[in-house]
């Protein structure tokens, strides 16, 4: 009897391994505003998938999809496509099902993972007690704030620097100093690649930030020169992308209007992608549609402003600019009870928040506001947001007396 079930087995083994010989490495996607669900069951027809929607049907799904790109690997067009239909998607590999669910829910995969955070942690105590900005008063018959913990406050910070609007929830549950995140492999993936920023001695960018510097790069390197005239916004996306060999993906909200709204684009001829790129968006600024551009898997993706996908983010360290900022204001302390005087400290200035709150307005001075998020943990301080929002707070940060690490 075992012989005969081993040779059974051994009979299944070749249909197994063409099986999986049959899944494709990589697929092209072509969804040119049709509608989600149309696009979800072409996508799980690519992949021999199933297709399992949660808590959706055919009505839901009914908004208009725009997602090109060749050569694309089956868990990346999952990704890609969760942007342009605004849902969670993942693809499970061992059941061949394309699932679809709600955004903020817990996916199918996900399983509770805890992470160590003790040495944040203690950095961020020690920021406290050298740095931190007094205590608020607490008004007459008001119910006391209740106290946090280290470990506390980098939940929050996480759940800032990890936020997906169309994702799933983000927020860890703290215990002491563990915090236990329920994500899938690719969410649990972000959390570990933060977690080792935060800690580097000298901070740095995430993959996502350095993948949107080469997309960048490329789009300048290509040529553009088409003719376009009453043209989709979502048709000439796709042109100034495709001269630059790259995909593209809108997000909802901007395909509903791009699809529709047909547009001239006169430019000069023979510019770079990159120029094009930045004239169009100019161009839909002007007539009250902005665009915020983000890139995701390689991909370029557009969306309304306000509702980018964008996932990079740079960590740096302020420690030296905080002895510095702790310094000057010693300097500028003068004798007590003089009018005009002076007799305060970094602490009492608000601690990190000096830079962090100078850093947030003058983003805003030179129009990068809007494009970043400003997140401070103890002496780390985190900008996300695209290379260009990144970039002018590096400089920023400068002028404030940060220096690059080596500097």
């Not at 499970?92 to 992470?115: E, I, M, N």
């Not at 120029?275 to 557009?302: C, F, H, N, W, Y």
């Not at 200035?349 to 401070?376: F, K, M, P, W, Y």
Request: with cysteine; glycine share 8%.
């Amino acid at each position: 009897m075992r012989n005969f079930i081993a040779l059974a087995m051994v009979a299944l083994l070749p249909l197994a391994v063409c099986a999986q010989d049959k899944a494709p490495k990589t697929i092209h996607i072509g969804f040119y505003g049709e509608s989600a669900y149309d696009c979800a069951e072409k996508l799980a027809e690519q992949l021999g998938a199933k297709l399992h929607l949660h808590d959706l049907d055919e009505e839901t799904l009914d908004a208009p999809c725009w997602l090109v790109r060749d050569e694309v690997t089956p868990q990346a067009a999952a990704s890609l496509f969760a942007i342009a239909a605004g849902y969670q998607v993942s693809l499970d590999a061992s059941t061949s099902t394309l699932h679809v669910y709600q955004p903020g829910v817990s996916v199918g995969d996900a399983r509770v993972k805890g992470y160590d955070v003790s040495v944040l942690s203690g950095r961020f105590v020690e920021y406290v007690n050298n740095y931190g900005a007094p205590a608020v008063a607490q008004r007459p018959n008001e119910a006391p704030e209740p106290e946090r913990t280290a470990a506390q406050h980098l939940a929050d910070a996480l759940d800032e620097i990890l936020y997906d609007p169309r994702g799933g929830d983000s927020e860890p549950s703290v215990v002491g100093d563990r915090l236990l995140f329920t994500a899938s492999e690719q969410g649990h993936a972000r959390v570990r690649e933060a977690l080792d920023i935060l800690v580097a001695e000298h901070g740095g960018e995430s993959e996502a930030l350095r993948v949107e510097r080469t997309v960048i790069e490329r789009l300048k390197a290509a040529e553009f020169s088409a003719e376009i005239e009453r043209t989709p916004v979502a048709s000439v996306l796709t042109a100034i992308c495709k001269a630059a060999a790259l995909g593209i993906v809108l997000g909802p909200d901007l395909a509903e209007v791009a699809v529709e709204e047909h547009i001239d684009f006169p430019h000069k001829k023979g510019t770079s992608a990159l120029a094009a790129l930045k004239q169009l968006t100019a161009q839909m600024a002007a007539q009250d549609l902005p665009i915020d551009i983000s890139v995701r898997e390689g991909t370029l993706v557009a969306d309304l402003a306000g509702r980018s996908s964008s996932r990079g983010y740079r960590v740096y360290d302020v420690t030296e600019l905080l002895k510095k900022l702790d310094a000057s204001y010693q300097r500028q302390r003068t004798a007590p009870g003089k009018d005009e005087g002076f007799d305060g400290d970094v602490r009492r200035a608000g601690g990190n928040r000096v830079v962090l709150d100078s850093l947030e307005e003058l983003l805003d001075e030179v129009h990068q506001g809007e494009h970043a998020t400003c997140i401070c943990f103890g002496t780390r301080l985190v900008v996300r947001g695209g290379c260009d929002a990144v970039d002018a707070a590096t400089n920023i940060l400068k002028e404030m007396g940060w220096e690059e690490s080596g500097n």
